[in-house]
């Protein structure tokens, strides 16, 4: 393992690194990678950031994103960057599992690993860690990390603070969790301070709909919104027919479940849509319900207490039928 002076040491001078995060990034996960791509190149560094896969297009403005490399549109020069990186930065997942098939050749790769996650029960794959399950985002942790760790906060400049602020505020869902914590909004404070439009960055974010997806979110409230109140849930289940006849593309599912969770009465909230080759559950919950703890022990998932994620082998039908057989478990707790 490194530890920070000889991880400091090693960033003194320019290497080549690579930035990657989980599959189908969020705005954390891109924010975070963002953030950490416009740090390094203020230091000479030779980094590229490769996204495992497509992302939002909603995502599209941070600076530095045209210099992204798909991984499943250019597998070829991806695995040359990786096996020729002196260090890689993992950052937003904890398992190489969450890189779909880059896994195997970072796992593979001679550099120096290190994470930088908010999730639970890290893989031991990594040369240094920085990880907190209490940080609101993997971006707050990018900023403590060249802030406090390497001793960089003259380096925070515009790029770098909205793309961090970008990944904060996302998935604090606009600074509403609860571990939203009066740091993170000093945090927030200073990256307004470097340069970071706050209400030119929550437009780009949450005012950019396509008409498609306006009418596809139309579609699930009124059409595919099934509430058991005797469980305190609600649950919208997606067709693949559904997603081929309102055109769905990369994000425009994201969010959609919290919609369900802001009923007044609604403990816990499941978005619940079949995709090509699985059924994919994106679960979201109020104060103490874990979530998570459903995805992992049913869905092959898992995520954090109050946002979790997970999927299933059996058809849509089948999925709902199972989650909601597993709600009489938690039934106390639903309805605390």
């Given amino acids: 393992m490194l530890d920070l002076a000889s991880l400091s040491e090693l960033l003194s001078q320019p290497r080549k690194i690579v930035i990657t995060t989980h599959h189908k990034p969020d705005g954390d996960a891109m924010g975070s990678s963002l953030g950490m791509y416009n740090y390094l ?37 991806s695995a040359t960057l990786i096996a020729d990186a002196e260090i890689i930065f993992c950052l937003d997942f904890n398992a190489l599992s969450r890189i779909n098939d880059m896994g195997p050749l970072v796992g593979e790769s001679k550099a120096y690993k290190v994470i ?11 040369d240094y860690r920085h990880w907190d399950i ?68 929550h437009e780009l974010i949450y005012s950019s709909s396509s008409e498609n997806r306006l009418r596809f979110l139309g579609h699930c409230l009124a ?32 969010g959609i479940v919290n919609y369900a969770l802001s009923i007044a009465s609604v403990h816990l909230a499941a978005f619940i849509v079949e995709r090509s080759d699985k059924v994919k559950l994106s679960l979201r919950s109020k104060n103490e319900f874990p979530a998570n703890e459903i995805c992992k022990k049913y869905f092959q998932g898992g995520g954090h207490r109050n946002a979790a994620g997970g999927q299933s082998d059996e058809s849509l039908e089948a999925t709902v039928a199972k989650f909601k057989s597993i709600l009489p478990e938690y039934k106390t707790l639903l309805l605390q």
Avoid at 135 to 162: M, R, S, W
């Fill in 41 to 77: 190149i203020q230091q000479g560094h030779h980094a590229k950031v490769i996204a495992p896969t497509d992302y939002p297009e909603f995502l599209n403005w941070m600076p530095g994103n045209g210099e992204v490399i798909i991984f499943t549109e250019n597998r070829d020069l």
């Fill in 116 to 126: 930088i996650d908010h999730h639970l029960e890290p893989e031991d794959f990594d």
């Fill in 134 to 201: 209490n940080a609101c985002a993997a971006a707050q942790l990018v900023y403590t990390f060249i802030v406090g760790q390497l001793q960089h906060p003259e380096l925070i400049n515009k790029d770098v603070a909205t793309c961090l602020y970008t990944g904060i505020m996302t998935d604090s869902a606009s600074f509403r969790l609860p571990n939203t914590t009066s740091e993170v909004h000093r945090i927030a404070a200073h990256l307004i301070d470097a340069g970071a439009n706050n209400s030119r960055i």
């Fill in 223 to 254: 059409n595919c919104l099934e509430i058991l109140p005797e469980y305190n849930t609600a649950i919208m289940s997606v067709s693949k027919a559904d997603i081929a006849k309102f055109d769905v593309n990369t994000g425009d599912t994201e």
